[in-house]
């Protein structure tokens, strides 16, 4: 299955702004952070405090809603969706 | 029905041209909260004085540093060790002294965010950490009144508007909010979005257009490029999802 991702803000130092990745049948949000980390340099260390453990501030939307509010890292993946990265910033 | 005196047609002449008369004296009727008085805030500040909103309040509880200077473009280097506020107000003053200024030196948490926002109509958050920004965000939500959400960092920002009631609140975009810790800015960063959130404000005043209140408006200095990332309202959201919300320890909402 195709899944369209977006990066935005500091993400995008560090990985390419949008793609689209193919994944198995039963693949989650973990799958695809796993995936990325393989395939970008430097975003395992700026995505995760420890091995599986996201850093505090990585908002994941799946189709416009917030991971946090789905299954976390075990939300499921499905054909078309649109992933989005993204920091929020903070200063003023 | 617009009551516009004649000094204030012909100040305000080019931009009526845009907004009306009608809708000029919207914006004079609109009472505006400005919480922080930095980057986002002195640039959100001086265009709404300009644009002759009729009452701007700007709270902040600092004091001016050197380091300030590179984007807070209403102070001076003369102005260094004075109050962010009252300094503000002097500046704002002298762009347009029709509009009335209210300088509040006062930190959001010390004061009671309800009492800060008593009789605004829009709140412009000019703020520089997430914990302040929630507790505004949830009074300012309480209280029916719009919060036009805004933050830098480096050459990248943000902007969304929470209509209470309707729109996603601030903990269902930004869920998960980094850590508070000295944020890197450049000065042209928080003058386009302060602008933008203004330009948010007019829009809520006059009735001009849809505000930027289902998605976060993403801008990026950088490539040039600006998104619009969609973002639903969480039906579990622990603040708005619920009628009764229970402050998480560490956070009062008094």
Redesign the interface.
Known sequence: MKVHV?A???F?EVMD?QFDMDFPHGATIRTLLAELNGKYEGLGELMFAAPGTLR????I?KN???V??LAGLDTPLDDGDVI?L??????? | MAVLSKEQKERYQRQIAVVGEDGQEKIGRTRLLIA?A????STAALFAAMTGFGTIRIIDPDRIEETNLNRQLLFREADIGRPKADTAAKALHTMNSSIDIEPVMAAIGTAPARDLIRGIDVVI??????PARFLLADAAWKCGVPFIH?????F???VCTIIPKTSPCLR??????????E???IGVT?GIIGCIQVTEAIKLATGTGSPISDH?W?W?G??Q?S?R????R?P??PFCGKDEYQIPAGERVR
């Open positions: 977006k935005f803000a500091t995008r702004s505090d501030f990585v908002n939307l416009s809603r917030n946090h509010f989005a993204f920091p929020p910033v903070a200063g003023g | 922080g930095g980057g986002l805030g958050d000019g703020l520089d950490n997430y805004g933050a830098v960092e480096g990248y920002g943000q269902c975009i930004v869920p998960n909010p980094p850590p508070v810790r944020t890197p800015i928080t976060l993403l990026d950088i490539r490029k998104d990332l969609k973002i639903e969480i579990t959201c």
